[in-house]
């Protein structure tokens, strides 16, 4: 495994460009937000925010502007807090298993949509195996969406949680939040709703004073071009929520340990900069996804757009499509050869080559699946970006049906 | 509270020198660290290490080269597997509550010594609490150190996990971990052995090949001037541990969610520099330590050692102190505005102001443990930082007792 990755880096040369989609799973961190990290690790604010010296006043200084930001950019002045995790995948566990265990003599239900995010839908099933709550999966229709209509015949007085995704990590459908909020509460004012918003932060307009019935909602910052390592969870106040880790707080009541400041100032910074001119940079994003899939449709045959038909009701930065007749697996490979870095399957389950449960559940079949490749644009996407890219993805797409066992 | 720390930072002025002791709560991070960092947001390894595509694969280069040379450095070829985390709480956690987790059918005892880390303490009350295990706490001597006939009787055949501290974190006390664990084993070779290494790590030798009664080992980057955000947890071939959180995994089969492949990085050199002249390093943090303390114990009167009292058993950097009629708290703001930073009773604690738990545990009265400072030095550490504080610190402690109501 090893040679070959060290094989596999030297086989790639030197292309003439590098374009990076898979902001999915990892984001390209811009120089201006790691500058903004650099001085936090020795020179200001690299202690503890909760000990009483100057490096530590200067490191709660962040915490709390930081909050403040976020007060700002989601107008939450006054809702509740917002609890510092170290990643998506913690704020859900949070949500989902804090709520469990702050619930968990009652049990109930907890209502899923069967597209959630994995680290939603597995934390259920922890608190189902563990604390007797009972887990429902609501479909979606062939596009991702959830209906209102639906989703109220799931929900019933024993409901105790209901997570559903404002946009779909994989195939981008835009939920009507709001509406799926208000049934549930219309239903069940007692039942909690969590919103994984992951990836509707800096993609679509958040405003959590509109957002009345929904009770908690998780960020990441990796996914706005901040870095790794920071997730928050907005607590809506009177929502009762354990810790799901034990040990010694810091300001952040809801996780212990020592906040991670340094990744918190570059976390600020990319809300920053995601905010500061918001339309402007959508309007980039999706720009960039529509040239591209413009391209792709033009150029490629046999290719399934996976996810909303209409781009109105999908995150302006995504687009996940199917090569027909390819491993999306081997599509990836070929991609990087040429300097263009995207995901397939279910980007995360890749390495396994599950399909993803998200394509399996809009009713695509396992070889579409297979061949399904997530490109995620973003503001720093350039004209001449998405050109190489549509010079490089067709020749990849040809030379792979050539070859390919998986024929029409 | 927010108005009062912009104020408390425009007290502070500029003193002459700055020294940060404060490297229990939260790590200083060399430029050498830093700048190993910076290339892994988005030009070399910014991708998702499962992810097929050259930046993914550079970033599990990162993963699998940091844990060669945790391998190497702590003689553990062979022998287990290295997890990550994002912090030392995270590895104790994942050490305590994976344990029980893996093992709830059984229930049975848990052992820790009373003056464990509370992410080690907390979690084990959490077994009790969710999964029916019993909580036992090994008392120590005054001056920390676990007697390896007492911990023999705490243990039996209904004892599932051990854990105890090779070195502790706020009194420097290094325990005999190779005696301990062979006693446990002797009584029940059934009982897994974990010790939370953080502050042993870096500062004295650790040879897994030697402690082979050691199951599962805590280590944590910021407290070898790595960057916050990485733990490590260390498990023995054929120990079991589940996940404690859920969701996506990657190439880290036991913390769902993208490992922080540029902080990791960091780590890695953090760690290359800590061994590359590890008996150097030890001696120079020693001897500023032993500086440190010869200098206040001369300078200043009605002071207590807290912890060992052969400094050959104690941990090279540690220096923990009472100040006698000062509340600490106190005094770390008072030499926090002459720049040297410092923290208070349990370090912490020190928010809620309630004594350390540690220091109760080896009998100091309340007010003792209230007027504790605790130092870490370090490699850094010059003569020049040393004699400013030795400077500025008598005269700190001689202000506050003039105006304390604790009185002689």
């Known amino acids: 495994m090893r040679v070959s990755v060290e094989e596999l880096l030297r086989a790639h040369g030197r292309p003439p460009r590098e374009v990076y989609f898979d902001n999915e799973n990892s984001g390209y961190v811009p120089r201006e937000v790691v500058e903004e990290m650099i001085p936090y690790f020795n020179s200001i604010g690299y202690g ?3 000990i009483t010296h100057k490096p530590g006043w200067e490191a709660y200084e962040v915490l709390y502007k930081t909050k403040d930001l976020l007060t700002k950019v989601l ?26 265990l702050a619930n968990k003599g009652r049990g109930g239900k907890i209502v899923v949509s069967a597209i959630e995010h994995l680290s939603v839908i597995y934390p259920a099933e922890e608190a189902e195996r563990l604390f007797g709550f009972r887990v429902v999966r609501v479909p979606v229709d062939s596009e991702g969406f959830v209906d209102p209509e639906v989703l109220k015949e ?17 195939i981008g459908t835009v939920q009507n939040i709001f509406e799926l909020s208000k049934v549930v509460k219309e239903v069940n004012p007692r039942a ?9 932060f800096g993609k679509i307009p958040i405003d959590l004073k509109k957002l009345e019935h929904v009770d908690m909602v998780t960020l990441s910052s990796h996914k706005i071009h901040g870095p ?11 929502v009762r929520v354990e810790p799901v880790l034990k040990g010694q707080l810091s300001y952040e009541k809801l996780w212990p340990g020592v906040e991670n400041v340094p990744l918190i100032a570059g976390f600020r910074k990319a809300v920053e900069l995601a905010y500061r001119d ?9 720009e960039a996804r529509d040239l591209l899939v413009r391209g792709i449709l033009e150029k490629v045959s046999d290719v399934l757009v996976n996810g909303p038909s209409d781009f109105s009701m999908r995150s302006p930065d995504n687009a996940n499509l199917s090569f027909l007749y390819v491993e999306g ?14 995901s397939s399957g279910s980007a995360c389950t890749s390495r396994i080559l599950e ?11 396992h070889e579409e699946a297979h061949g399904s490749i997530l490109f995620k644009t973003s503001r720093y996407h350039t004209r001449e970006d998405i050109e190489y890219t549509l010079e490089v993805l067709p020749k990849a797409v040809d030379r792979l049906r050539g070859i390919s066992t998986i024929k029409k």
């Open 192 to 200: 909690v709703f969590h919103t994984d918003a992951a990836d509707a």
């Open 75 to 100: 107008n939450a002045e006054g809702l509740g807090e917002f609890a510092f995790v170290h990643s998506g995948t913690e704020a859900n566990n949070l949500a989902v298993l804090g709520h469990a």
């Open 355 to 365: 399909p993803s449960h998200v394509l399996l559940a809009i009713g695509r079949k």
């Open 48 to 50: 503890h925010p909760s």
């Open 228 to 238: 790794r390592g920071v997730g928050v969870l907005f607590i809506r106040e009177g």
């Open 329 to 342: 697996e081997a599509l990836t490979v070929e991609l990087s050869i040429n300097g263009v870095y995207v």
């Open 278 to 286: 918001f339309d402007l940079n959508v309007a980039k994003m999706r």
């Open 154 to 170: 799931f929900v019933d007085g024993s409901t105790s949680l209901v997570s559903i995704q404002m946009v779909n990590h994989e």
